[in-house]
């Protein structure tokens, strides 16, 4: 009877050593899974990740907050980038401080609703064209930040909807 008593506590110890070599195994393949992800993240273009980015956090965000992206070795996206930073950057001051003035009376929509409602680059670039408020500065920068948000989409083989 003791044999049967020994040779199932030997048996038991031995299941639950093997069942932790098993679980060992388990974190070792998912360590190494991700180590080779990890590896062919690095040859991935930086255009797609860009993209990942975007399609997460949104085009404006990603650009403005969430990176600036020093790890991208173009010279040309970092140049489109600036430019956008810096045309997003104009017209989101001049909104800030002529908002009153920024309303179309066709659609009954003001500038800054739209941005909070849709936020800032799909009430900019999507949403609505602007084209009936008559603030000339305001369809400058609104043209500008256009033109740089869209060479910069254009660059990442991205499409703003």
Same mark, same amino acid.
């Given at each position: 009877?003791?044999?049967?008593?020994?040779?199932?506590?030997?048996?038991?110890?031995?299941?639950?050593?093997?069942?932790?070599?098993?679980?060992? @195994?388990?974190?070792?393949?998912?360590?190494?899974? /991700?180590? /080779?992800?990890?590896?062919?993240? +690095?040859?991935?273009?930086?255009?797609?990740?860009?993209?990942?980015?975007? $399609?997460?956090?949104?085009?404006?965000?990603?650009?403005?907050?969430?990176?600036?992206?020093? @790890?991208?070795?173009?010279?040309?996206?970092?140049?489109? /980038?600036?430019?956008?930073?810096?045309?997003? $950057?104009?017209?989101?001051?001049?909104?800030? @401080?002529?908002?009153?003035?920024?309303?179309?009376?066709?659609? +009954?929509?003001?500038?800054?609703?739209?941005?909070?409602?849709?936020?800032?680059? $799909?009430?900019?670039?999507?949403?609505?064209?602007?084209?009936?408020?008559?603030? @000339?500065?305001?369809?400058?920068?609104?043209?500008?930040?256009?033109?740089?948000?869209?060479?910069?989409?254009?660059?990442?083989?991205? +499409?703003?909807?």
């Amino acid at each position: 009877m003791w044999q049967l008593i020994v040779g199932g506590i030997l048996g038991f110890g031995a299941s639950e050593l093997l069942g932790r070599d098993e679980k060992q @195994k388990d974190k070792d393949t998912i360590k190494e899974f /991700r180590e /080779r992800i990890s590896e062919l993240e +690095e040859f991935r273009p930086y255009q797609e990740k860009i993209k990942d980015d975007i $399609n997460h956090e949104g085009f404006d965000y990603s650009f403005r907050g969430y990176s600036s992206y020093d @790890k991208v070795n173009s010279k040309k996206f970092h140049t489109l /980038r600036k430019k956008y930073v810096t045309d997003a $950057n104009a017209i989101e001051n001049y909104i800030d @401080k002529t908002d009153d003035d920024l309303y179309d009376e066709k659609y +009954e929509i003001g500038v800054q609703d739209a941005i909070d409602k849709e936020g800032f680059d $799909n009430a900019l670039l999507t949403y609505h064209d602007w084209k009936d408020i008559k603030d @000339k500065k305001y369809q400058t920068l609104l043209k500008n930040y256009k033109k740089s948000a869209k060479a910069l989409a254009k660059h990442l083989n991205y +499409e703003i909807t």
